[in-house]
C-alpha cells in the first residue's frame, strides 16, 4: 500500500511543487496551507508522515509538532529557511526526526523522505534471535511491541529516538562514535550532521534519566562518544 504524506505549508507553490514530486514517486498526498488544517487533516486519514513548514498562520510548524507529539510518534521532517539554524534545533527539541533547509532540490527531497520512512519502518518490525525485553537499571524496552518503559511508566519516544536508543541498548559497553550513530540511524548522508544526533540525544536523556546532567543510560566519553555502561551485578 502506498505510504500517505502529510504536506503542511502556506506557500502555494512548495505545496504543489512537493506534491508533485512526491506522486511522481507513487506517494499518496494529503495537504493543508496553516497549522489547524493539518491537524484537522491528520485527524481524519492515515498518515505516514509530515512534511511540516516552520512559518505558518494560526498555528505554526512548532505548534503542529508540539501537539503531534502528545499523541503520535509519526516520523516529521520540519521545512526550515537557510541559515535559521535556531528554527532546526527547536523542531529537534520538540520531537521532529529530520528537517530540510528551504530551497531544497527533488533528488534531496525524495532522499530524506525514504531515509525518514525506511527508519520507521524498520522501528515497526519485529526482531528475531534475541530476547524479547531488555532492561538497563529502571529502563525497560519491549523489542517485540516497540515499547518502552523507565521506573515503570510508558514512554513516548519519536521513531527516530526509538531507533537511536536500539543502538545502545544492541551494544551495551561498547563506545559509539558520532558517525557510527549518524550513519546507522539517520544513514550514510547524514554523518557529518552532528547537530541532529547532539539534539537527539538531550531528548532520550530528558526522557530516559532521573537526571539528565548524570545520566546512566546513555554516558558520554568526552572526545570518542557515547555508550550504554554495563549494570554492575
Not at 502556506?10 to 508533485?20: I, K
Not at 513548514?53 to 510548524?61: E, F, K, Q, S, T
Not at 535556531?86 to 525514504?114: C, M
Request: hydrophobic share 40%; net charge negative; proline share 6%.
Amino acid at each position: 500500500m502506498p505510504k500517505r504524506i502529510l504536506i503542511v505549508d502556506d506557500e502555494p507553490r512548495y505545496l504543489r511543487l512537493l506534491e508533485a514530486n512526491l506522486r511522481t514517486e507513487g506517494y499518496e498526498v494529503a495537504t493543508a496551507q496553516d497549522g489547524i488544517q493539518a491537524l484537522e487533516v491528520f485527524s481524519t486519514q492515515p498518515i505516514d508522515l509530515v512534511l511540516l513548514d516552520v512559518m505558518m498562520p494560526r498555528l505554526d510548524g512548532f505548534g503542529v509538532c508540539q501537539r503531534l507529539r502528545e499523541f503520535s510518534p509519526v516520523p516529521i521532517v520540519m521545512l526550515t529557511a537557510r541559515g535559521e539554524e535556531q528554527d532546526r534545533v527547536r523542531g529537534l527539541d520538540l520531537g521532529a526526526d529530520d528537517y530540510l533547509v528551504k530551497p531544497f532540490s527533488a533528488t534531496e527531497l525524495l532522499a530524506r523522505v525514504r531515509a525518514v520512512l525506511r527508519r520507521a519502518r524498520t522501528n515497526s518490525e519485529p526482531t528475531t534471535g534475541q530476547a524479547r525485553f531488555f532492561v538497563h537499571g529502571d529502563l525497560k524496552i519491549d523489542f517485540a511491541r516497540a515499547e518502552v518503559w523507565c521506573v515503570g511508566e510508558p514512554v513516548s519516544l519519536s521513531a527516530t529516538e526509538y531507533r537511536l536508543l536500539l543502538q545502545f541498548a544492541h551494544h551495551v559497553g561498547k563506545i559509539l562514535t558520532s558517525e557510527d550513530l549518524l550513519s546507522s540511524v539517520w544513514g550514510t548522508e547524514y554523518k557529518n550532521d552532528k547537530e541532529i544526533l547532539w539534539v537527539s540525544i538531550a531528548r532520550l536523556r530528558q526522557k530516559l534519566e532521573s537526571d539528565p546532567h548524570t545520566p546512566s543510560h546513555i554516558v558520554t566519553r568526552s572526545g570518542l562518544g557515547y555508550l550504554m555502561p554495563p549494570i554492575e551485578e
